[in-house]
């Protein structure tokens, strides 16, 4: 792995793989996902730079943070741009083991009083960890500033013991978001294959994971 200047810790470890990450899909012209990832690491060379004391590596890291910062600026200002000329449909291809994508950092710029509704299509909402996850998104959504009022989800049902254990665990998902006036309206399909969510409002933002 490539040798941050502020060291090898853990936070300048994981600064230096999400910038790099920001970099590659820089270059591919990838702008929303590259975006994401500035927005990422500089947030990582901040807590970098708060815990470092030597003027000179602080110095370098005001340097890069600038830089970055730069880069994302002009990003934002053309995606803007793309937004305000209608050409603006994003749509974010997160690999395998792609870091940098937090729930918060995809959807934060669109999640205010507008978005009423959004859509899920994810075949395997099955096991403990993806239930978890599935709640961590929802809780996302419930919070302010956001007036999501249904959530619709549309995935596969588990074969054999585990059945149970996923009907159980949408059920009680599904009760949790009822006590938060969220309606989780729940479909399954043997036939989806991809993850896709979707947000209508105030953009129509599809992504792919």
């Known amino acids: 792995m490539a040798r941050s200047a502020a060291g090898q810790d853990p936070e300048s470890t994981a600064a230096v793989t999400v910038l790099k990450r920001a970099v590659e899909l820089d270059s591919e012209s990838r702008y929303?996902?590259?975006?994401?990832?500035?927005?990422?690491?500089?947030?990582?060379?901040?807590?970098?730079?708060?815990g470092t004391k030597d003027d000179t590596k602080k110095s370098n890291l005001r340097k890069r943070i600038s830089d970055y910062m730069d880069r994302?600026?002009?990003?934002?200002?053309?995606?803007?741009?793309?937004?305000?000329?209608?050409?603006y449909h994003k749509q974010i291809k997160i690999e395998e083991n792609a870091t940098g994508f937090s729930y918060e950092s995809l959807f934060q710029e669109y999640l205010n009083e507008t978005v009423t509704e959004v859509?899920?299509?994810?075949?395997?909402i099955r096991h403990t960890h993806q239930l978890y996850n599935f709640l961590r998104f929802c809780e996302m959504l419930i919070k302010k500033p956001c007036k999501v009022k249904t959530i619709h989800l549309l995935t596969s049902l588990e074969e054999g013991s585990g059945r149970e254990q996923q009907s159980s665990g949408l059920?009680?998902?599904?009760?949790?978001?009822?006590?938060?006036?969220?309606l989780l309206e729940l479909e399954y399909s043997s036939s989806i294959h991809d993850r896709e969510?979707?947000?209508v409002f105030p953009l129509d933002i599809v992504i792919l994971i």
Not at 119 to 124: L, T, V
Not at 172 to 178: G, T
């Open 32 to 50: 929303p996902q590259a975006l994401v990832c500035y927005q990422e690491g500089i947030d990582l060379l901040l807590q970098v730079l708060k």
């Open 72 to 87: 994302a600026e002009n990003i934002k200002k053309y995606l803007d741009q793309e937004k305000e000329d209608g050409k």
């Open 119 to 124: 859509w899920i299509e994810d075949p395997y």
């Open 171 to 182: 059920r009680e998902i599904k009760e949790s978001l009822r006590n938060h006036g969220v």
């Open 197 to 199: 969510i979707r947000v």
